[in-house]
Nanobody, 115 residues
Framework: QVQLVESGGGLVQAGGSLRLSCALS????????MGWYRQAPGNKRELVAT???????NYTDSVKGRFTISRDNGRNTVALQMNNLKPEDTAVYYC?????????WGQGTQVTVSS
């Protein structure tokens, strides 16, 4: 059974940093891509950052220059370093993996940025 387990969320003041981590288990195939999405109350889930197995990154405009996604292919883990956090970054962050033609999601981790 494929599982994604996230860690690293929490409460931080504006301007602070957090690092999210996600570990994939239960798959015999390497994900084509791994990444992070977020969902704030009342909003749709949106892409934050993704990283393909070919090291192609994609960031939503609002986090460019502040967030960095990285991946350890050997361990099937993905991390999101979030710097200079803003109150509008407050959301539940979800880890995502695309394996073959199937998407998998983690349970989500709360990130709250106070002003």
């Amino acid at each position: 059974q494929v599982q994604l387990v996230e860690s690293g969320g929490g409460l931080v003041q504006a301007g602070g940093s957090l690092r999210l981590s996600c570990a994939l288990s239960g798959s015999i195939f390497r994900p084509g891509s791994m990444g992070w999405y977020r969902q704030a109350p009342g909003n749709k889930r949106e892409l934050v950052a993704t990283l393909t197995s070919g090291d192609i990154t994609n960031y939503t405009d609002s986090v460019k220059g502040r967030f960095t996604i990285s991946r350890d292919n050997g361990r099937n883990t993905v991390a999101l370093q979030m710097n200079n956090l803003k109150p509008e970054d407050t959301a539940v962050y979800y880890c995502n993996a695309r394996i073959m033609s199937t998407e998998y999601w983690g349970q989500g981790t709360q990130v709250t940025v106070s002003s």
